[in-house]
T-cell receptor, first 113, second 112 residues
Framework: NAGVTQTPKFRVLKTGQSMTLLCAQD?????MYWYRQDPGMGLRLIHY???????AKGEVPDGYNVSRLKKQNFLLGLESAAPSQTSVYFC????????????FGDGTRLSIL | GQNIDQPTEMTATEGAIVQINCTYQ??????LFWYQQHAGEAPTFLSY????GLEEKGRFSSFLSRSKGYSYLLLKELQMKDSASYLCAVRPFTGGGNKLTFGTGTQLKVEL
């Protein structure tokens, strides 16, 4: 049981390049989330999904797009990377139900030059 | 808006007890979570409170007072491996994907 798996673990991009971060979970969770974590800012929600084929904006969605074509996968896209998007990105998933905690992947460290 | 406050850093001695406080002012309240995050790693779930009172889980306990907008995480018999960041997170709303709002975390350093 791998839990939540993120790929890649590290990436360096140039300004203006595009890329997709992949999150996969094998726990049959309905809900999935993408966060960014910056020093002194805590975890901030970018986008989330409550089920296959559905996505919604979080606190800081600008510059990012997401897709959830399959229940187990949640993709985060950067169409035109900017230095301000340098961050550590975490994916999480959870079951429905108010007591259910979110389970996090190991993160993707992304640098935009 | 949502506002969650935690101390930035704390230092404690191995074998001692430490209390990490969290105060919140949110538009609603539907539960509070504590997570542990070691440097360079993923946050991991520690505890959940939705009703007032103390929840105990081994060396870790978490307390909630909804009327005061206050929670604390109590760590007993501190070990060196407890050096980590501790994140307080509030679920302001029911439904809506169970979204959480996180505090900035408290960096705990355990010393000999």
């Amino acid at each position: 049981n791998a839990g939540v798996t993120q790929t890649p673990k590290f990436r360096v991009l140039k300004t203006g390049q595009s890329m997709t971060l992949l999150c996969a979970q094998d726990m049959n969770h309905e809900y999935m989330y993408w966060y960014r974590q910056d020093p002194g800012m805590g975890l901030r929600l970018i986008h989330y999904s409550v089920g296959e084929g559905t996505t919604a904006k979080g606190e800081v969605p600008d510059g990012y797009n997401v897709s959830r074509l399959k229940k187990q996968n949640f993709l985060l896209g950067l169409e035109s990377a900017a230095p301000s998007q340098t961050s550590v990105y975490f994916c999480a998933s959870s079951l429905q139900g108010e007591k259910q905690p979110q389970h996090f992947g190991d993160g993707t460290r992304l640098s935009i030059l | 808006g949502q506002n969650i406050d935690q101390p930035t850093e704390m230092t404690a001695t191995e074998g001692a007890i430490v209390q990490i406080n969290c105060t919140y002012q949110t538009s609603g309240f539907n539960g509070l979570f504590w997570y542990q995050q070691h440097a360079g790693e993923a946050p991991t779930f520690l505890s959940y409170n939705v009703l007032d009172g103390l929840e105990e889980k081994g060396r870790f306990s978490s307390f909630l007072s909804r009327s005061k907008g206050y929670s604390y995480l109590l760590l007993k018999e501190l070990q060196m491996k407890d050096s980590a960041s501790y994140l307080c997170a509030v679920r302001p709303f029911t439904g809506g994907g169970n979204k959480l709002t996180f505090g900035t975390g408290t960096q705990l350093k355990v010393e000999l």
